[in-house]
């Protein structure tokens, strides 16, 4: 997916491990807080930063 968005090859890596750790953590706080509305509000944020592809 991510090479398909135009990223080398040598990047990819990298930045899937950066987008699992940045849904990990969206996980874990919206566990915290036991609400599901939170990991999407945080998804969508993430997208609007440009940290995660569309």
Known sequence: M????????????????AI??????AQMVARSRADVATFDSIVVDFKAAGLLPS
């Open 2 to 17: 991510l090479m398909a968005s135009g990223f080398k090859e040598n990047e990819c890596d990298p930045r899937a491990r």
């Open 20 to 25: 699992f750790a940045a849904i990990a953590g």
